[in-house]
């Protein structure tokens, strides 16, 4: 079936290092969103991508799609306690209302 | 504006007790789902409700049954509860391709 796979499972940092996770999919997908869950929180909407190519900011987080439209990356310039959580993509394909999720990377970061 | 609205968010049962999981949401939105979080699993399906008067099965559907009561409310329904229910409930809510939106999780024990 179809499958998106999140890299790495986890990830710890000191604070200031930059920070990326990846996310490729089986499957060509039409668009792709991404979600922040804090420990012990729930699911937050932070963007969704649609366009082959995509680059878009927000503050020091950059989400990519591929041109294949089969990938797609988070990066945090310079982290900071704040991003701790778990960062999940979530992708659709074709016209399928449903979310393929990933299995999230989670993120730790050291003072 | 609340978004969404979950209760319980804790609850202990017993092996074989029933009872029904409660989700709202004020946003208007068409769709409507239901997700399990166990660790190491992600964020799986469990139902969702593509418009009101439509439900579907997602990925886990056993031992479960929802109710799309109206287009504010969808249910889930655990009829005889089992250990392997032991989880982090969440409903969420879309409107077309758009991000979804999380309620706060129900936190449910099967003892």
């Known amino acids: 079936g179809q499958q998106v796979m999140q890299i790495p499972q986890y990830q710890h940092v000191q604070e200031g290092e930059d920070f990326t996770t990846y996310c490729n999919s089986s499957?060509?997908?039409?668009?792709i969103q991404w979600y922040k869950q804090r420990p012990g929180g729930h699911p937050v909407f932070l963007i969704q991508?649609?366009?082959s190519g995509e680059v878009k900011k927000q503050k020091r987080l950059t989400f990519q799609f591929g041109e294949a439209k089969k990938n797609s990356s988070l990066h945090i310039t310079a982290t900071q306690t704040t991003d701790v959580g778990t960062y999940f993509c979530?992708?659709?394909?074709?016209?399928?209302?449903?979310?393929?999720w990933g299995l999230g990377t989670s993120l730790a970061v050291n003072p | 504006n609340a978004g969404v609205t979950q209760t319980p968010k804790f609850q202990v049962l017993k092996t074989g007790q029933s009872m029904t999981l409660q989700c709202a949401q004020d946003?208007?939105?068409?769709?409507m789902y239901w997700y399990r979080q166990d660790p190491g699993m992600g964020l799986r399906l469990i139902y969702y409700?593509?418009?009101?008067?439509?439900?579907d099965k997602g990925e886990v559907p056993n031992g479960y049954n929802v109710s799309r009561l109206n287009k504010r409310e969808f249910s889930l329904r655990l009829e005889s509860a089992a250990p392997s229910q032991t989880s982090v409930y969440f409903c969420?809510?879309?409107?077309?391709?758009?991000?979804?939106?999380f309620g706060s999780g129900t936190r449910l024990t099967v003892v």
């Open positions: 499957t060509t997908l039409s668009n």
């Open positions: 409700s593509a418009s009101e008067g439509t439900t």
């Open positions: 969420a809510s879309s409107e077309g391709g758009d991000g979804y939106t």
């Open positions: 946003m208007n939105h068409n769709s």
């Open positions: 979530a992708g659709r394909a074709g016209n399928n209302r449903k979310l393929i």
């Open positions: 991508l649609v366009k």
